[in-house]
């Protein structure tokens, strides 16, 4: 069993500006201003400036809060930046090379727009000779409907049939166990919750945790047993 966390993979962040006590970035429509993100390591990620909101707003890194105006400089490894913020096309692209220091995103003409950046490494954590029980594979269908508050139906369907994937793996150590729980706890408490697993037949999915975790003891101190689910993405 493998799980490679958090996926390095092409991700666009639609920018948009906001006042919120001040102007302030905001990604996607998330509701959240200055929100901090995750990065990954050799991923690249792109900053789409194209909204007439960002006019006058260029986004730039550093490795000090608030850029240039924190008494910092603009980070430029691996950056490339297209356009002017506010036209069609505007963009700033960033490749984060491995070891990159935590970064931050800033307004290079006006302070106080930001926020953080972190810049997490490629971990890929990978259990050998762990007895797996061969896992269930539900199918969550086309279609789905969910019931709203007022009594109406909402209808979703999905490009592809996602699975859900019923788990019982077998760890050999405490430190195996240990390892397990860090990356739960980080998939499910951090922003970036996908990743990749890797099934004993060697095919790849990239998933997300579903619930929560369960952990057993089965010798004590040297044999534990999780079991979990795992919901496919894509």
Same mark, same amino acid.
């Given at each position: 069993?493998?799980?490679?966390?958090?996926?390095?993979?092409?991700?666009? $962040?639609?920018?948009?500006?906001?006042?919120?006590?001040?102007?302030?970035?905001?990604?996607?429509?998330?509701?959240?201003?200055?929100?901090?993100?995750?990065? @990954?390591?050799?991923?690249? $990620?792109?900053?789409?400036?194209?909204?007439?909101?960002?006019?006058?707003?260029?986004?730039?890194?550093?490795?000090?809060?608030?850029?240039?105006?924190?008494?910092?400089?603009?980070?430029?490894?691996?950056?490339?930046? @297209?356009?002017?913020?506010? %036209?069609?096309?505007?963009?700033?692209?960033?490749?984060?090379?491995?070891?990159?220091?935590?970064? $931050? $995103?800033?307004?290079?003409?006006?302070?106080?727009?930001?926020?953080?950046?972190? *810049?997490?490494?490629?971990? @890929?954590?990978?259990?050998?000779?762990?007895?797996?029980?061969?896992?269930?594979?539900?199918?969550?269908?086309?279609?789905?409907?969910?019931?709203?508050?007022?009594?109406?139906?909402?209808?979703?369907?999905?490009?592809?049939?996602?699975?859900?994937?019923?788990?019982?793996?077998?760890?050999? %150590?405490?430190?195996?166990?240990?390892?397990?729980? *860090?990356?739960?706890?980080?998939?499910?408490?951090?922003?970036?919750?996908?990743? @990749?697993?890797?099934?004993?037949?060697?095919?790849?999915?990239?998933?997300?945790?579903?619930?929560?975790?369960?952990? %057993?003891?089965?010798?004590?101190?040297?044999?534990?047993?999780?079991?979990?689910?795992?919901?496919? *993405?894509?």
């Amino acid at each position: 069993m493998i799980f490679k966390h958090p996926n390095a993979t092409a991700k666009t $962040y639609t920018v948009k500006v906001v006042s919120d006590s001040g102007n302030k970035y905001r990604f996607n429509d998330s509701g959240i201003s200055a929100e901090t993100i995750n990065l @990954t390591e050799t991923g690249t $990620y792109t900053f789409d400036q194209s909204d007439s909101s960002n006019s006058g707003h260029p986004l730039r890194f550093s490795t000090t809060a608030d850029g240039t105006h924190g008494g910092g400089s603009e980070y430029t490894t691996g950056v490339t930046i @297209t356009g002017t913020a506010g %036209s069609s096309g505007a963009k700033t692209v960033i490749v984060v090379a491995s070891s990159a220091p935590t970064l $931050y $995103y800033y307004c290079s003409a006006h302070s106080g727009m930001g926020g953080q950046a972190n *810049t997490l490494s490629v971990t @890929t954590l990978t259990f050998t000779n762990n007895p797996e029980a061969p896992y269930s594979r539900e199918v969550i269908k086309h279609n789905s409907s969910v019931q709203m508050e007022d009594g109406s139906f909402f209808v979703y369907s999905r490009a592809v049939t996602n699975y859900r994937y019923v788990i019982s793996v077998v760890l050999n %150590s405490e430190s195996e166990r240990d390892a397990l729980e *860090t990356f739960y706890d980080t998939t499910v408490n951090g922003s970036e919750k996908e990743f @990749t697993y890797v099934d004993p037949y060697s095919d790849e999915y990239t998933v997300r945790f579903e619930d929560q975790m369960k952990l %057993s003891e089965i010798f004590k101190g040297k044999m534990y047993r999780a079991t979990f689910n795992l919901i496919q *993405t894509v």
